[in-house]
């Protein structure tokens, strides 16, 4: 291949290096010219173009980078048809990515012109996910250069996706002295949600005490009828012969490996039991952030094998405590810019503090409050508003006749404000990546500070709550990401958000929004001096 400026005359079956405008006619980079392009630059007066003109043994860069593709051996991925110069291959499902690196490196080796980029080792994949790209730098490459390249991808599987299975998990939680039981159930939660990605599901769990015989017991009947098992201690191991593995090897199973080089997550034990594997997991596993303890726990359910030496070879990389975090959601979420946030407007309250008088019902500037919420509330970004009804139901529906809201109805509205959570977010569509909570009695929040939040919250990747504020006290509403969900259905009495966010320790992120942040009308005082006029 020659590259350089030719003269017109001899340019027809040249490669442009770049977009050329002959007149109205525009030839975008990469075109190959033809007789009647030619003519056509001509006629534009122009003498001479960029461009690269092949020789009879190139392959243009198309035509290279299908062939290199084509010759691979890969499973669980799709690759795309060529274009610019690129191949690239997608993930047919969810699952952990392998790759050969001394397959990849030897071919890089070869000549700059052909490249191959992966993701990581081991990489956790979504469906359709790019994990690798075949890249063709210049217009065209030698064909020779091909076929050595198509030589060494003979020799085996250059990657893969090795796709997560349906696993079924039993767990084990061991018990002390002033352990509460809120984080037990949480740890489930977690779990649960670390198992939905793969389509996992648990199955069975065992609280026993912290002692080795119980939990040898229960982890050898949970083995029979599952295909993992995973044990939270109490305590965290603190020798090689403490009640986790001790409690493994009286079950009957073994060892494989007591500790990993990856923090957080050094606790973590790996072992056998009746042909099953048994994850004695570290404290932080309670926790949804990244840990140790997702990286063996994903590689098991994509059918990988991980031995004591893989652990051993987990420390370069294994400092996960500064690095961002995957997210954790029960499915892929789309791009930050599309994430879909719902609004649950809680209008279910019998306004018990006013004494009689409904304060949604109030009037400010001639409108019901709830109204004018519910207005505020379809006119941001949010992508609809459930309005959870209760007290007064039909009245709160005949007040927000004609505004494009879907209700919920709460029969249980006097038990608390944890069945309107609940009757809210159930409504909710499964793309739904986050719930802003709104109360119907805030006349001071308006449209733009709701766009605000949400803003936020899609710049946070919509793994975090946010929460309104004003100088620098938290306030409502408050925006719940979607891993919340589940522990929604758990909440009992009259116990809201905030008690929600503090038990589950996420990042929480205050947006200040000004006094409407603070402002509700519980009492007549507060409802008259914000401008409402209360209604019988």
């Not at 796709?163 to 084990?172: D, L």
């Not at 409904?358 to 941001?380: C, H, I, Q, W, Y």
């Not at 009259?494 to 990042?507: F, I, K, P, Q, S």
């Amino acid at each position: 291949m020659k590259f350089g400026p030719i003269p017109i005359e001899t340019a027809e079956g040249a490669v442009l290096a770049h977009a050329t405008t002959a007149g109205e006619k525009r030839f975008r980079k990469a075109h190959r010219l033809s007789a009647e392009d030619v003519a056509i630059l001509k006629r534009a007066g122009i003498s001479q173009v960029v461009a690269a003109v092949l020789s009879r043994d190139d392959l243009s860069e198309d035509a290279a980078a299908q062939k290199i593709a084509e010759s691979m051996t890969f499973s669980g991925i799709e690759a795309r048809p060529a274009a610019t110069g690129r191949v690239n291959l997608h993930a047919n499902a969810p699952g952990i990515f392998t790759v050969s690196a001394a397959l990849v490196d030897a071919i890089n080796a070869v000549d700059p012109a052909i490249t191959i980029a992966t993701l990581a080792q081991h990489a956790p994949v979504e469906k359709g996910q790019m994990v690798a790209t075949v890249k063709i730098i210049p217009f065209a490459v030698a064909s020779a250069v091909v076929e050595a390249v198509m030589q060494i991808c003979a020799g085996g599987e250059i990657f893969a996706v090795n796709a997560f299975k349906p696993v079924r998990v039993g767990v084990i939680q061991t018990v002390l002295p002033g352990i509460k039981p809120g984080v037990l159930d949480k740890t489930l939660r977690v779990t649960e949600a670390r198992l939905a990605r793969s389509g996992g599901r648990l199955t069975a769990e065992r609280r026993t005490p912290h002692e080795v015989a119980p939990v040898a017991q229960a982890a050898a009947s949970l083995a029979r009828d599952n295909d993992m098992v995973v044990i939270f201690g109490a305590s965290a191991m603190s020798d090689f012969a403490d009640v986790v593995p001790a409690a493994i090897e009286m079950a009957g199973g073994t060892v494989i490996r007591a500790g990993m080089p990856v923090d957080p997550g050094n606790l973590l034990v790996l072992g056998t039991l009746a042909g099953k594997r048994i994850i004695g997991a570290p404290g932080c596993a309670r926790s949804p952030k990244e840990n140790g303890f997702d990286w063996v726990l994903d590689r098991l359910v994509a059918g990988l094998d991980v031995t004591a030496k893989d652990i051993a070879g987990m420390g370069v990389g294994g400092l996960l405590m500064e690095i961002p975090t995957r997210p954790q959601p029960r499915e892929p979420l789309p791009a930050k810019s599309r994430l879909k946030v719902a609004i649950v407007l809680l209008a279910a309250g019998r306004s018990s503090r006013m004494g009689g008088p409904n304060k949604l019902m109030a009037l400010f500037d001639g409108k019901p409050l709830v109204r004018r919420t519910a207005e505020r509330a379809l006119g941001s970004k949010t992508s609809g508003t459930i309005v959870v009804t209760g007290h007064q139901r039909e009245r709160v529906r005949a007040a927000l006749s004609g505004l494009d809201v879907t209700f919920a109805d709460n029969p249980d509205f006097a038990d608390g404000l944890s069945t309107s959570l609940k009757a809210g977010i159930a409504y909710l569509p499964e793309d739904t990546a986050g719930a802003m909570i709104v109360l119907g009695d805030m006349p001071g929040v308006v449209s733009d500070d709701l766009d605000r939040l949400i803003d936020a919250f899609r710049k946070a990747g919509g793994n975090s709550v946010v929460r309104a504020s004003h100088q620098g006290k938290r306030g409502n509403p408050v925006l719940l990401p979607r891993s919340l969900f589940p522990a929604i259905a758990h909440l009992e009495g009259d116990t809201g958000a905030r008690h929600l966010v503090e038990a589950e320790g996420l990042d929480v992120i205050d947006v200040e929004i000004g006094e409407g942040a603070s402002v509700d009308v519980d009492t007549r005082e507060a409802l008259e001096g914000a401008g409402g006029v209360l209604q019988d």
